[in-house]
């Protein structure tokens, strides 16, 4: 049976709506969907996975210990200390969670039977940015003070007559558009992966049923979906490392003493 013809069973096209799930437990708990826990399938996984790794560690790592050893040293060498120097170490342990939390919720976008990641809702997004708009600005303030922090952070080193036009400037990007950009460029693609996928998958079926000529195009609308695929896993890994070094550049502009 064709989706056009089922009516309001199968509603076509994609729209935004198939991003707000019912209710796992038939209506009640409104708020327990999939989405809510995938969030907690992650943060259960990661939790494990790490306890386990580290349960027993070895001089000579197994697999699993020198898999969970080479993401942190990566995250430690190649984000913490190239962007925010010697300190970056002590935000290791938190720039590494949030790596591989963002990481995970962004491959079950393309896991066959999930393919829904938590951060095409903005709502997923919008908290991590929060939680590190909350780190570099704690970081900041804790290392010059409040005033010096905000200072540096609004007045830069300009003639004073362009400065009532450059403070406004800097304050709306600092403390409006960093966590507003960081959130949106996460969930924009992540949104705009998963509906491509959803319009190519279903486009198939919908030509494949509609009329037999169709056929061949539906088979490269699958073909363009595996390639989509494989296209959007590195998207997924790209902006799992994007929101984490930006998080890590903001830290470092908030420690640094001139910005």
């Known amino acids: 049976m064709s989706a056009l013809s089922l009516g309001s069973e199968v509603p076509w096209p994609p729209s935004v709506n198939d991003f707000y799930l019912p209710s796992v437990v038939d209506g009640a708990y409104p708020w327990l969907t999939k989405v809510t826990i995938l969030i907690w399938v992650a943060a259960a996984a990661l939790i494990v996975f790490f306890l386990v790794t580290y349960r027993n560690p070895q001089l000579v790592p197994t697999k699993k210990q020198w898999l969970a050893e080479s993401i942190y040293g990566f995250v430690r060498n190649n984000i913490a200390k190239d962007m925010i120097?010697?300190?970056?170490?002590?935000?290791?342990?938190?720039?590494?969670?949030?790596?591989?939390?963002?990481l995970l919720t962004n491959l079950f976008g393309i896991i066959p039977g999930i393919q829904m990641s938590p951060n095409s809702h903005i709502a997923f997004p919008t908290i991590l940015a929060v939680i590190s708009y909350v780190l570099f600005?704690?970081?900041?303030?804790?290392?010059?003070?409040?005033a010096k922090y905000m200072k540096a952070s609004l007045i830069p080193?300009?003639?004073?007559?362009?400065l009532p036009l450059l403070v406004p400037i800097e304050f709306a990007s600092t403390f409006l558009f960093r966590p507003f950009t960081l959130a949106v460029r996460l969930f924009a693609n992540m949104?705009?992966?998963?509906?491509?996928?959803?319009?190519?998958?279903?486009?198939?079926?919908?030509?494949?049923n509609s009329s037999a000529w169709l056929a061949p195009v539906s088979l490269v609308s699958w073909l363009m979906t595996v390639a989509l695929t494989?296209?959007?896993?590195?998207?997924?890994?790209?902006?799992?490392?994007?929101?984490t070094?930006?998080?890590?550049?903001?830290?470092?502009?908030?420690?640094?003493?001139?910005h």
């Open 191 to 208: 949104f705009a992966g998963h509906m491509i996928l959803l319009v190519f998958t279903l486009g198939g079926f919908v030509m494949l």
């Open 245 to 258: 070094v930006l998080t890590a550049s903001y830290v470092q502009g908030a420690l640094a003493e001139e």
């Open 157 to 162: 080193p300009a003639p004073w007559y362009i």
């Open 85 to 102: 120097g010697h300190d970056g170490v002590r935000f290791a342990p938190y720039l590494t969670t949030l790596f591989c939390f963002v």
């Open 137 to 146: 600005n704690y970081v900041g303030i804790r290392q010059h003070g409040f």
């Open 230 to 243: 494989f296209l959007e896993a590195l998207v997924v890994i790209l902006q799992a490392y994007v929101f």
